[in-house]
Each structure stands twice: as structure tokens, then as C-alpha cells.
């Protein structure tokens, strides 16, 4: 398996920022050992978004839970020649000992809203500060995309296409893990399939149909072998593609299985149209049109506002990058230490000091607003914020997959 952002990484101890490495040596020798809370948020949301998906936290608290300073990594510290025995010695016994409060994966939620917080020795909640932005940043920012996709496809499935153009492999198998929080129905990506137990889809290739002589040949061995599979019909002429599907629905008789035809280029709005007409016409109302081919949750809007008669959608790019929204505008501060509230006042970037909860209150069963109280307040509505570590472990088994999809739809 390749290496992944998970707790059998080959050096993942060692995915820090060289300065919280320096601070954490500073905190060692001046004694500052006393317990310190950091909070993980987002300032603002982006443009094109009015909320956020909570996504991540349990591939963190697998990676925290397991999290140990190897020799080699002791080694490499060494070599850099500026960390003294006596700390590589304290990385040496290193164990994550703090507690982490969190919003469930699948939660909805707004700007300076923690998505979770970290209450640890000081040094140790430093530490992790790259990992715990990294992991959460990332699945947050892309279920929150692929939340928008599943909306605008307005219960049609969904399928993640997008493996092959997604930022390494650690971004696309976390991906399609975020995805399918947010409602997609299936990966491409066998690896994802196999780390997360995600429904697993695919179609063929253009490939596959350029290997042959002719089209109908591909299509009539793909058929054989892959009987209740979606064809691609636009590798020469869509309408032609879509008559040699009816044309092999007539070969096969009651032996037709095929379940769709795939659209992966031009005019989807008109293909679609006349894809329906010619499979209707045939007496093949079953058979689905599965569009693909640069979607996103706008064009995906605009195709069914216009009547197109497209089941299902496959998407790739603008989902596993989130290209309108990339990066969050996120942060990890310190917000407590020693039991005293810490703040800073740089422009435009204000820290809420001190332990946090977030109340949602529930109106005629919507939500109607949340509140961001400290930690100790107790105000109407839901505490989102909810325990999730103590003493570096895991306080209940990681939920599966689909309580998380499950919780995200309720949810919204």
C-alpha cells in the first residue's frame, strides 16, 4: 500500500513545521509544562461558501493515538545538529497524552467556530499543530465541495471520478473518504474502496473502445464480460454510440443488461435529449444516462434547471481539488495556558480566548443559530463541540463511515 497520511506512515512524527519542533525543545528546557489549549478554526468562509462540513477528526485521533518518535526519526532530528540529547531523549518516551474536543464528522459549521480543540501540555499540543491542520483542513475543505455537488445533483447519485487529478495520493484516498460524508455514492479509487469500505464504480474508457476495429465490436466484449455495466458512447458520434447500444440491446434480447450510457464531452444538455429519445424510442426506458466530462456543482445545477435527463453524475476535477475554494482560511491558536486565556491582537486575525463550546438552537426541528460560548457556559440549544480523546485515547470506537454520511444529511 502506499504510504498515506494514517498512524503506519513511514515518519509520520516527523510531519511537523521545523519551528514547532523549536518551540516544543523551548517549552522542555524553561519548564513550561503546564496545560495549554489550542483552538482549530476557520476565520472566514470562502465567497462561494454559507458553510462548512466538519470532516477528518478520526483519521487525526487514529494518527494521535498511535503517534511515537522512531529512531530514525531520532536520527534525522540529530543530524540537523540543534536538538540536545535531553529532548531527543523526552521525544524518545513521547506519548500524545491530551484530550481533543471536536465536531462530529459531517457537521455543519461557520466561521470562528472551533472544529475542534486540543487540551494538552503545552509542548505536546504544539507539536501536532501541522498534522491537526492538515488532516482536518483538507477532508473539511473537500466534503464541504462535495457537499454543494450532491445538493445540486438533487438526489441523482454522485460518483468520485477525480483520483487521477487529485493533489498526491494522500488527498485523493482521504478525498474520496470526504466525499462519501458528504453524500457521494461511490469512488473510482479502489484504494479508497479498500482502506474505507466506499461503494467502488467505474465505467470503461475510450480506451478501450479505440483498441477495436469498430465500436459495436467493443461494446459487444465489454458487454460479455461486464454485462450490467455503463458504456462510454461519444468516443466517435454520441447519437451513432447511443443507436449501436440499441443496436446490441436488440443482438442480446432478454440477455441486454446494460444499465447506462455514459456522456463525457460536448453539449451534455442536447446529448442527453437525444440519448433519451433514441433509447426510448427502442423500448429502452431502463437504460440511464450517466453524464461526466468537467463538472461541477454549477453546471451540474444548470443541467437539470434545463429539463436534461441525466440520472447519475461523474465528477472529477473541480471536486477532488475543490478549484473554487482550494484552501480554507484556517487556523490553530493557542487560546488558553496555565488556565489563563491568551489572545493576540494582529488585524483582521482576533483569537477568542479560552476553552469554547458551540451551541446550535433548534427551531420547528431547523436550526436557527449557533452561539460560541466558553467552555464552561451553558446556553439553549446543542453543544456541538463534543469529547473525544482523553489522556491520548480514543474515548468510544471510531464510528463507521456511514454514521458519519448518515449524520451529515440529517444534519443539513
Known amino acids: 500500500m502506499p504510504p498515506g497520511l494514517s498512524a503506519a506512515s513511514p515518519q509520520i512524527e516527523l510531519f511537523a513545521d521545523l519551528y514547532e519542533l523549536r518551540m516544543a525543545r523551548a517549552y522542555h528546557e524553561l519548564g513550561m509544562q503546564a496545560e495549554a489549549v489550542f483552538s482549530l478554526f476557520v476565520r472566514r468562509l470562502p465567497p462561494t461558501r454559507n458553510y462548512l462540513l466538519a470532516c477528518g477528526v478520526e483519521d487525526l485521533l487514529d494518527t494521535l493515538a498511535a503517534l511515537r518518535f522512531r529512531t530514525d526519526s531520532l536520527d534525522y532530528l540529530r543530524s540537523l545538529g540543534e536538538f540536545p540529547e535531553a529532548f531527543l531523549n523526552w521525544l524518545a518516551g513521547f506519548r500524545f497524552s491530551g484530550a481533543l474536543h471536536a465536531m462530529p464528522e459531517g457537521t455543519p459549521v461557520f466561521a470562528e467556530e472551533p472544529l475542534l480543540e486540543v487540551v494538552a501540555p503545552i509542548a505536546a499540543a504544539q507539536m501536532i499543530e ?54 457521494v455514492a461511490a469512488t473510482s479509487d479502489l484504494l479508497a474502496g479498500a482502506r474505507y469500505g466506499i461503494p467502488v464504480a467505474g465505467t470503461m474508457a ?40 440499441v443496436a446490441l440491446a436488440r443482438e442480446l434480447g432478454d440477455a441486454f443488461r446494460i444499465r447506462g450510457v455514459r456522456l463525457d464531452s460536448g453539449d451534455l444538455l442536447a446529448l442527453a435529449r437525444e440519448a433519451r429519445a433514441i433509447l426510448d424510442a427502442a423500448g429502452l426506458r431502463q437504460v440511464q444516462i450517466f453524464a461526466s466530462g468537467g463538472l461541477d456543482e454549477g453546471r451540474i445545477s444548470a443541467l437539470l434547471e434545463a429539463g436534461a435527463p441525466i440520472d447519475a453524475f461523474g465528477v472529477g476535477t473541480e471536486m477532488s481539488v475543490s478549484g473554487d475554494a482550494p484552501a480554507l482560511d484556517l487556523a490553530y491558536k493557542l487560546t488558553s495556558y496555565a488556565g489563563i486565556g491568551r489572545t493576540k491582537l494582529s488585524s483582521g486575525k482576533r483569537i477568542l480566548p479560552g476553552r469554547k463550546q458551540v451551541f446550535r438552537r433548534i427551531e ?49
Do not use: C, W
Request: glycine share 8%.
Open 364 to 412: 420547528d426541528g431547523l436550526a436557527a443559530d449557533d452561539a460560541i460560548a466558553r467552555g464552561e457556559e451553558r446556553l439553549a440549544g446543542r453543544p456541538l463541540l463534543q469529547p473525544v480523546m482523553r489522556d491520548g485515547r480514543r474515548l468510544r470506537a471510531r464510528p463507521s463511515l456511514g454514521a458519519a454520511r448518515d449524520l451529515a444529511a440529517a444534519e443539513l
Open 130 to 183: 501541522t498534522l491537526a491542520m492538515n488532516v482536518v483542513g483538507l477532508q473539511t475543505t473537500l466534503a464541504s465541495k462535495a457537499s454543494r455537488v450532491v445538493t445540486a445533483a438533487a438526489g441523482r447519485p454522485v460518483v468520485d471520478f477525480g483520483s487521477r487529478r487529485a493533489q498526491g495520493i494522500d488527498a485523493a484516498v482521504a478525498g474520496s473518504r470526504a466525499f462519501h460524508i458528504a453524500g
Open 206 to 245: 475510450h480506451s478501450f473502445v479505440q483498441a477495436f476495429d469498430s465500436e459495436a465490436e467493443a461494446f459487444r466484449a465489454f458487454a460479455r464480460l461486464h454485462p450490467e455495466t455503463v458504456l462510454l458512447v461519444d468516443t466517435y458520434d454520441t447519437a451513432e454510440g447511443v443507436r449501436r447500444v
